[in-house]
């Protein structure tokens, strides 16, 4: 069975500091790959997923995740991180492969908090 | 357009009792996937339906239960409720042109046992 590991729990950025979110997953096999954010009191959302071809994906608010197969990950990144990006964010992977239908694997999710 | 409802919002259940749990997803969605999301455990895959069939099961005992209606509105249903239930469960549809994982989350039905 697949697992996802969010290295970072916790992180606190200023204003306009980059930001680089780690995202490992243990498949061998092909893997569909998503983040997903959830804002204070607010549902689950994706922010951007990749299913194959240019591993740079570029998501929702200028979010972007780099898929690296040799090192089964998918870091997520935002050049300048805005209050507004305060959130937890959760990585998650689908194995096609496995009969997984829709069915999604989340990692442990990393708390952002974004000082002004 | 209307996104995926959840209700009740909250519930609070005894030990022992049984729960069931409503999903309304968005009209045209056919999928629904439930997980249970805890401060322990994260985000855990419950079941996934497809026209009114699971067709995918988490690694849950079989108190946690599930069914999707015609017009793809789902339920689940857990049985003999344990402290550990206490969660907050989410709903999740999605359609062949949302892509495979490409979700709308309801807000959540949080179960407390006491």
């Known amino acids: 069975a697949q697992s996802v590991s969010q290295h970072n729990h916790h992180v606190i950025l200023s204003e306009a500091a980059s930001l680089e979110l780690g995202c490992n997953y243990s498949?061998?096999?092909?893997?569909?790959l998503f983040w997903y954010v959830q804002y204070p009191g607010q549902h689950l959302q994706l922010l951007l997923k990749?299913?194959?071809?240019?591993?740079l994906v570029k998501g929702i608010k200028g979010f972007e995740a780099e898929f690296i197969k040799s090192k089964f990950s998918f870091n997520l990144r935002k050049p300048s991180v805005q209050w507004s990006d305060t959130a937890e964010y959760f990585c998650?992977?689908?194995?096609?492969?496995?009969?997984?239908?829709?069915?999604?694997?989340f990692g442990g999710g990393t708390r952002l908090m974004v000082k002004p | 357009k209307a996104g995926v409802t959840q209700t009740p919002r909250y519930l609070i259940k005894t030990r022992g009792q049984q729960v069931t749990l409503s999903c309304s997803p968005i009209?045209?969605?056919?999928?629904v996937s439930w997980y249970q999301q805890t401060p322990g455990q994260g985000l855990q895959f419950l079941f996934e339906?497809?026209?009114?069939?699971?067709?995918n099961k988490g690694n849950f005992p079989g108190r946690f239960s599930g069914r999707q209606f015609s017009n793809s509105r789902s339920e689940m249903n857990v049985s003999t409720l344990e402290l550990g239930d206490s969660a907050l469960y989410l709903c999740?549809?999605?359609?062949?042109?949302?892509?495979?994982?490409?979700?709308?989350f309801g807000s959540g039905t949080r179960l407390t046992v006491v």
């Open positions: 998650a992977v689908n194995a096609p492969g496995n009969n997984a239908g829709n069915m999604l694997t």
């Open positions: 999740a549809s999605s359609s062949p042109g949302t892509g495979v994982g490409g979700y709308t």
């Open positions: 498949y061998g096999g092909t893997v569909n």
């Open positions: 339906y497809f026209s009114e069939t699971q067709r």
């Open positions: 990749y299913f194959s071809g240019d591993p």
């Open positions: 009209s045209g969605h056919r999928s």
